[in-house]
């Protein structure tokens, strides 16, 4: 899923907050805006981000379109007014998860 | 490193041993020059594609897995829209058009029982279900014959399914017909309509509207399909 198996199940939920955020991306951008904003510590693997990447499309959450760079097709995913609002469904659920988990596992956050 | 046109000839051939689908070829040939922008010039230029597909997608075989993966998440969410909207039929609004075909097949089957009237049904029935035939064929060859690289799509495998499922009905419907024909010693060109005589009319006419919401159902399925654009 990721090199962090604790992110499993909030895969779908990263590409759509960071599709709500950056309007329009592609595959190789998302995994390196991951990246980037996590310092190295989540790479997201190329072998969920696809898979994700096209369910969330053919669930109508997401819509893509192509254009041309350097003579060859490079497709661009963006957020639908559908996947709008299920970014905002499923921010609230892992913002539940994680103070559930912080309960659970008495954890503070400045300490992690 | 920047490769030059042998380079990603190398790269298009060696994707397309291995890929299967349009989308993944396309989405993975991008993914891996971007990549490769990345990484300083090597001597071998098959070595560092190795290293990528490895570090990226966990080689060849994991390369195949996410195309399978993708493949199933696609098949998944179209075969959940297609009996969404069969389903919808039976629901308000679209169910006033369920009733009013039932209503129009269902006088039929009852009250007429002329061969003619028989025959028109039964080619209302192959329309139905040969038009979603058409549709799917009409879409492989609108964005089909543009494709550079694998011709196959993601979607093609669960919508060939969806088109030929009422085909194998059909199939099984001439199977049985021939069956019951047999186990009396007689066959004729009637066979078609004897079988009427031993299904009742309700059989029918669910029969006939299943496969009008079927043949509906498919075309508000791929619709969206014909505003795709591959450019290139």
Redesign the interface.
Known sequence: MSSNPMLKGTLQTIILKLLEDNSQMYGYEIAQKVKEITTGDIVLTEGALYPALHKLEAEGLLETFTEIVDNRVRKYYRITEQGGKEVTDKLNEARLFVNQLQLLLNLKPNTI | MKPDEEQMQYLKDYLRAVLKYH??Y??????I???LEERPQEKFFASTVDAIIMD???GNN??M??EE??R???A???WK?YWRCFFSYLKFPYVIYTVFISMILGYIAIHVRYKVIFLSEIIWVLSAIMIPVLLFAGRKFKIGYKLDGPQKL?KDGILGKLVSKPFQFIIWYFLLSVLIRDTQGIFNYHLIFDLWRYISPLILIAVFVAATIHCLSFIRLIKGEFKI????
Do not use: K, P, R
């Not at chain 2, 396309?26 to 993914?31: F, Q």
């Not at chain 2, 654009?229 to 290139?232: F, L, V």
């Open positions: 989308e993944t396309e989405e993975v040939y991008d993914h020059l971007l990549a990226d997608f966990g994991g390369l897995m996410m993966n993708c199933n998440a696609i998944g969410e179209v829209q993601l654009s591959i450019m290139g």
